[in-house]
């Protein structure tokens, strides 16, 4: 079986979750014989050998640069305003569309696995040109971007219609398939849904020692530190989150709070941290990568993801496996999968402090919390989301008679 | 009657704080010597461009006019984190001051050795470090000073008062007009509650046409000549004294030598001389040779910067009020600790420098170009201070003590 994978990016490319979501699922997809032929906008180097992994460069068009619009620059799309390189957002669309029509014109494909609005458009053309059956999986939709907002009409007009006229749809968590149906009317029964997983690994904790010394030193001296991982934008509820550390802080003091990752609303959270008066217990890191990033979550007491809206949200699993207990937000996939953690709607910064303060003066909650998701989390794999995709292909090859 | 003009100069670097980060924090104590050359915050590089640039050539022009010209004076202010900077990294540039002022025709005047406002949140602290700068210049320069300039020329009936009772003879702030009223910086005068204390105020438009406009081409009165400048303070009227107030390095720094300011320098002494009557006077004696004509009266702290005259350049917003305010928080602790290295380290954070960089109200306007920082925007000025807040922290709780 032959796949044509539409995607945007791969790690260690990659801006966000969608990239590491795409390489993981095609990891396992690989394992069970499936040939995957991945197009990407951009031309870089990946290391991956289960998979062919190409650039979607059109003739006549020389080398383009990796990270051009992002999957989650979607509030930016226009279709006049150039971005980098003199290119406007739906200019890159068609200079992907034109390489894919081209490469389906050329080699044979079984079916087309399109991830996330920006390649949409280029598999409805496939399926224009070719007839071959297109499956969009939905990592995320216009308003989970724009944080429960409307959102960018252009980019809501290209999920709208490509969700509407694809053979089948694929929702990354219940929530999203929710989201699906009641933002654009998609029948139920179009929609599968695949939780996303995690390779889980099995890490050992404490060998090595902390990136964070200051934290190390001031958790011996009973602080607590509350960690949150993910871009600083306004679907990442953050500002919820600073709210709920006043209080935490008015009742915990040794309570300190570490934001890392860089967004459009860095400069907005380091204010209202300082407005807030909390500015000395709230450490922003900026962008990490590597082992800073690693040990952000080795040292947190308490992970937590306060989405306003997460389709999935791996995140939290992430911090899991580092040995981190979580409290994520009700308005996310991963609380359909992960059952040992503290939930709580994002807009409920009373009952927030409640449990972010009882973590952090109960040191017996925190390890109970952390030993039983870490139990969950070793149990995880990408084979059952690997198996539903392949009877989704199958069904759509037999439609076809294939 | 004599007119004279005072011209006094501002010399101070602050010790930048480097790109230091939360991984740093805990683990090394060096926050101030940026190692990547040619960046903003690296202070040897910076110190060493200035030198290049203006303190040498104007030292050297300065001592040629006063060999020049007898009656050529001047009084200059002069940080101590800058002089530890020119003994640490450009020793022969400090030889240039102390030769200056072996003249005998430059007075010291007194300031916070760290440049800092301490003033507004420990008398104590801010006393001491009056009186370190104090030994500093008497172990340099062998004076002692008698006039006192406050960070940023910041002021009020405060300060005068405990300038006054400290026994200085003068002190020096901003000719703001809102404080003045009809009354014209060019006299002397004296604070409201004070029994001895003369207040000489900067005439900012004078000030500033050199200081802020020379080189605009913009400007309407640009270029401006030395003879031009003598000739609107001959023609200004009833004055006593001219009171040119400005950072030192307005000569070839802020202005480049290319805009001419060099030129204007050497020229003004001699255009100035020409009409008889004129002369130059030391803060000093022109406190000793005119009497004050009024009081003053100044309720609300002014300042010598901004269009608003006032310290939201530094303290106006909540990033500069948290980061101020957890350093002097740590005052008790810091010097009960006797670790003179962890105090040194801490007074140079006072440094005001480090909270105008977080100053985001040109940022918003998106006016950066009034915005002068070695830092990317005012939020990473913000975290590094932070962090090295964190380290100075946890240097306090490794010696057993609580902040």
Known sequence: ?402 | MSKAIVLYLHVHQPFRIRHYSIFDTGVRHDYFNEQTPELLTNNEFIIKKVAEKSYIPTNKRLIKLMKKHPEFKLSLSITGTVLEQLEQWAPETLESFKKLVATGRVEILAETYHHTLAFFYSRKEFEAQVGIHQRKIEELFGQTPNVFRHTELAYNNDLAYWADQAGYKGILAEGWDPVLGWRSPNFVYQPTYTENIRLLLKNYRISDDIAFRFGDREWSEWPLTADKFTHWLNSSGDATNFNLFMDYETFGEHQWEDKGIFEFLDSLPGEWLKTKGNTFMTVSEVIDNFEPVDRVDVPNTITWADTERDLSAWLGNRLQQEAIGGIYEMEDQILASNDLQLIDDWRRLQTSDHFYYMCTKWFNDGDIHAYFSPYDNPYEAFIAYMNVYHDIRSRIIEKGMEV
């Open chain 1, 1 to 402: 079986m032959k796949v044509l994978m539409l995607g945007w990016e791969l790690p260690p490319h990659n801006s966000g979750g969608l990239g590491v979501a795409c390489y993981q699922l095609c990891h396992e997809l690989s394992k069970h014989g499936v040939d995957i032929e991945f197009v990407l906008p951009y031309e870089a180097e990946h290391n991956i050998n289960f998979m062919n992994v190409r650039p979607a460069i059109p003739q006549g068009i020389g080398r383009l640069r990796a990270q051009l619009l992002g999957v989650y620059d979607s509030y930016v799309y226009d279709k006049s305003r150039p971005l980098m390189d003199g290119l406007s957002g739906e200019a890159q669309q068609v200079i992907y569309e034109k390489a894919v029509v081209e490469l389906v014109t050329s080699e044979a494909f079984d079916i087309v696995h399109a991830h996330d609005w920006l390649t949409f458009r280029a598999a409805l053309r496939v399926k224009e040109v070719s007839g071959l059956p297109i499956v969009l999986h939905v990592h995320s939709i216009e308003r989970d971007r724009s944080g429960g907002n409307f959102g960018n009409p252009l980019v809501r007009e290209i999920e709208e219609t490509s969700l509407m006229l694809s053979d089948h749809v694929i929702a990354v968590s219940q929530f999203t398939k929710d989201a699906i149906i009641r933002e654009y009317g998609i029948p139920a029964n179009k929609i599968e849904v695949v939780h996303n997983s995690i390779e889980s690994k099995n890490i050992s904790i404490g060998d090595e020692q902390n990136s964070y010394a200051y934290l190390t030193a001031m958790r011996a001296r009973g602080y607590r530190v509350v960690v949150s991982v993910s871009r600083l934008t306004i679907q990442k509820g953050l500002s919820n989150l600073l709210r709920a550390a006043k209080e935490v802080i008015e009742r915990v003091p040794k309570t300190i709070f570490l934001i890392v990752g860089s967004g459009d609303q860095y400069f907005e959270l380091i204010e209202l941290a300082a407005q807030l008066g909390i500015a000395k217990n709230v450490i922003f890191t900026g962008f990490l990568r590597g082992k800073q990033w690693r040990d952000s979550f080795r040292t947190s007491d308490l992970f937590i993801m306060p989405s306003v809206s997460e389709p999935f949200g791996i995140v939290p699993l992430e911090a899991v496996g580092y040995g981190s207990p979580v409290l994520i937000s009700k308005q996310s996939g991963i609380a359909e999968v992960l059952n040992n953690s503290l939930k709580v709607d994002f807009w409920d910064i009373k009952k927030m402090v409640d449990q972010i303060a009882g973590v952090v003066q109960n040191d017996a909650l925190r390890d109970e919390l952390r030993d039983n998701a870490y139990s969950e989390y070793q149990k995880l794999t990408w084979r059952p989301a690997a198996k539903k995709v392949m009877s989704i292909y199958e069904d759509h090859l037999v439609g076809q008679g294939v």
